[in-house]
């Protein structure tokens, strides 16, 4: 259980186009979701923390309209890289929290991540 | 405020010796929970282990073991008699439990190379 699915696994697009990453809870549901970038050769750096229902909160640093992330639902999560520039060319890669059955959160099952998005904008 | 240091950018062993894996953690919080994944060259994260802040026992899985002791704020990961498989880049990661909604922040990473 507490599978994370997220596509496209890998997308190149040209510069000043937008692109769409999905990230879905296949067997819970996620009220909370986190999209990660990690660049070559560094550690994965939190960009938001996807709440379902409410704006996203974005760490310092990270431009919330050039990342828009919408949390429609219980199992879907989407970021989208607006006017993507090769800079933000990354892999980028969500996980949610899996609630144990009495909801009380990340004690029963932890986190699962997607299998990431390899984003290069030529 | 939470952070997560591994002082080994890389390491690299024969197969089969045995290696350990540092972390060392910074928190205010009581409650947390720290984490181990693994992140082959294919770039999904392997989640390997939840430890809870409450639970020191040390844990081991097959060829795998964490030893947690909070007087020294460390979870380091030993891999016993490596494996060529092993080979992967290795996160260390902390959550703190009153961080909304439960935020994790990965250390550096450290880079396993086993040759055979």
């Known amino acids: 259980g507490a599978v994370v699915s997220q596509h496209p696994s890998w997308v190149i697009c040209k510069s000043g186009t937008s692109v769409k990453i999905e990230c879905r809870s296949l067997?819970?549901?996620?009220?909370?979701m986190f999209w990660y970038r990690q660049f070559p050769k560094q550690s994965l750096m939190l960009m938001a923390t996807?709440?379902?229902?409410?704006?996203?909160?974005?760490e310092q640093g990270v431009e919330k309209d050039k990342f828009l992330i919408n949390h429609a639902s219980l199992t879907l999560s989407t970021l989208t890289v607006t006017s993507a520039h090769p800079e933000d060319s990354s892999f980028y890669i969500c996980?949610?929290?899996?609630?144990?059955?009495?909801?009380?959160?990340?004690?029963?099952?932890?986190?699962?991540f997607g299998s990431g998005t390899r984003l290069t904008v030529v | 405020a939470q952070k997560v240091t591994q002082a080994q950018t890389e390491i690299s062993v024969v197969e089969k010796e045995d290696v350990t894996l540092d972390c060392v953690y910074e928190?205010?919080?009581?409650?947390?929970?720290l984490f181990w994944y693994k992140q082959p060259p294919s770039g999904e994260l392997v989640f390997l282990i939840r430890?809870?802040?409450?639970?020191?026992q040390n844990e081991i899985s097959g060829r795998y073991s964490w030893n947690f002791q909070k007087s020294t704020s460390s979870f380091n990961f030993i891999i016993t008699a490596s494996q060529v498989v092993d080979s992967a880049v290795y996160f260390c990661?902390?959550?703190?439990?009153?961080?909304?909604?439960?935020?994790?922040?990965f250390g550096a990473g450290t880079r396993l190379f086993v040759k055979a």
């Open positions: 996980s949610a929290v899996a609630s144990d059955p009495s909801g009380q959160g990340v004690g029963g099952y932890g986190y699962t």
């Open positions: 067997d819970f549901q996620a009220t909370t």
């Open positions: 996807s709440n379902e229902g409410s704006k996203a909160t974005y």
């Open positions: 928190t205010r919080d009581t409650t947390y929970y």
């Open positions: 430890r809870n802040s409450f639970d020191e």
């Open positions: 990661a902390l959550s703190e439990a009153d961080t909304g909604g439960f935020k994790t922040i």
